[in-house]
């Protein structure tokens, strides 16, 4: 027999229909239970007492057994229930007076038991693994060193092991053949060489040229680097506490390693040079861009700096020479900005682009120049660059977005000659290995661009890598 609707035992809480009549509390009380009990609770509802003689026609049907065990308890007072109706709600249908007889209650884990719970809790990240981490240990930063020629730092070349996992696109693939499409700093030819020497290996292994990649294969490559040259400008420290640096950041140096650079950036020379480690980066400035850089001393700082820029609580302002003669008051773009390519870091004004704003405000005239100031109110990549692009008036050394690969008129109004992403994409490429980027010969290039005309450019060894986030081999 079940106890009445709408009756909830108040330790249990279970449902009407799931109650046990054998419930522990329940059952001690109504077998135990004497008539000078009952009237010593003198409030209880006619409710209660229906709950009561219910109970003990269940008891009085259990065997012998139970009913001997039951005897051998001592008497409780009263039980004590909950009244559930729609008109009422929840209250208490009877209120018991206090029992010398206890539930045992639930057993609270100790402090000493807390710290055993912690202790068995696996880390994350150990100091060993981020003493380990490409790029911020103190191997790193001692495996060369800086020199000092015609107004540019320089690094003496070094030995590097460049290292990656098969993506999945790979799988199947020769490995000449992806190394020729993926990693376009050098021709196939001379990862032909070092295949066959050794040098660029898998699973820590030699293999042959038309070795076929598989899921999980290590791809090391190691090579003699050879930085690309910047600026021998000072770095100037502005301000410096436990928890902030902010620096002057000259033209030319990438803030953390990237693409071709990486003993010339922020991040290694304000370490090698200043003994300034593990500093967290907040914000970036592009790599031909100079001016205040932020960098948080811990991450609590970090993460609260990251988080007023994300929210648009710091303002940022520019200051570019532009060609032209660039037209009077504050002049507005709101134009959407579509990244073409992560991969190189190339960026057009597109419908299909995020929204972005950007105001701009002549400072003066210096011939068939002007000096703009320029304030961004979101955060695109290249954003102003291409702002001042599609308006037609392109940063005068800007070697990406003021270069004719955009077609005549520059990318100005969006108009970039009739080509498709593929053929910007795959003529940027080329024109800049061919120039200035990649050092190689003018008729080695040509070889290469009949060679992979064809080739869909997925990556390159990013010529523009300023936004890249890993080195690739």
Request: proline fraction near 5%.
């Amino acid at each position: 027999m079940t106890l009445p609707k709408a009756l909830r035992h108040v330790q249990t809480q279970h449902g009407d229909d799931t109650v046990d009549v054998e419930n522990i509390f329940l059952f001690r009380a109504d077998i135990n239970c004497t008539n000078d009990g009952a009237t010593s609770a003198g409030g209880a509802s006619t409710e209660a007492e229906a709950v009561t003689a219910t109970a003990t026609e269940a008891v009085a049907e259990t065997s012998a057994d139970v009913k001997a065990k039951s005897e051998r308890t001592k008497p409780l007072n009263c039980v004590w229930t909950y009244e559930a109706n729609e008109a009422s709600g929840s209250q208490l249908a009877t209120i018991a007076e206090e029992s010398p007889m206890q539930l045992p209650e639930k057993r609270k884990a100790s402090q000493a038991d807390e710290s055993v719970v912690e202790s068995k809790k696996p880390k994350l990240e150990t100091k060993d693994l981020k003493a380990t981490r490409p790029g911020f240990s103190e191997e790193r930063f001692e495996e060369t060193s800086y020199y000092t020629e015609n107004g540019l730092r320089k690094v003496y070349p070094y030995f590097f092991t460049f290292t990656t996992f098969t993506k999945g696109r790979w799988v199947g693939e020769k490995i000449l053949d992806v190394f020729s499409r993926e990693f376009r700093a050098h021709p196939a030819e001379e990862y032909k060489r070092s295949i066959e020497a050794g040098t660029l290996q898998v699973n820590n292994e030699k293999v042959p040229v038309d070795y076929r990649l598989k899921h999980n294969d290590l791809l090391a490559n190691t090579v003699h680097r050879h930085e690309v040259p910047v600026t021998s400008q000072p770095i100037q420290i502005v301000h410096m506490d436990e928890e902030i640096l902010v620096v002057n950041k000259p033209a030319s140096i990438p803030v953390h390693p990237c693409g071709r650079y990486r003993h010339n950036t922020m991040i290694f020379i304000l370490a090698k040079e200043f003994n300034l480690k593990n500093l967290r980066t907040i914000h970036r400035l592009d790599r031909l861009t100079s001016g205040l850089l932020l960098f948080g001393r811990t991450s609590e700082k970090a993460r609260q700096l990251e988080q007023q820029i994300r929210n648009r609580q710091v303002q940022k302002e520019y200051v570019c020479c532009v060609e032209g003669d660039f037209p009077d008051g504050i002049i507005e773009c709101n134009e959407p900005i579509e990244v073409v390519s992560y991969k190189i870091g190339v960026c057009k004004v597109s419908p299909k682009g995020k929204d972005c704003k950007t105001t701009f405000k002549k400072i003066s005239q210096t011939g068939k120049y002007s000096i703009v100031q320029c304030k961004p109110l979101t955060g695109r990549m290249h954003q102003i660059r291409v702002h001042l692009q599609y308006l037609g008036y392109p940063i005068v050394n800007d070697p990406l977005y003021n270069h004719e690969v955009f077609g005549p008129l520059k990318g100005r109004g969006g108009d970039i000659g009739g080509k498709t992403d593929d053929q910007l994409i795959n003529d940027l490429i080329v024109i800049h290995n061919a120039e200035n980027w990649l050092g190689i010969d003018k008729e080695e290039d040509l070889t290469l661009k009949n060679a992979k005309k064809t080739d869909s450019p997925s990556t390159s060894d990013s010529f523009y890598s300023d936004n890249c986030h890993q080195e690739k081999p």
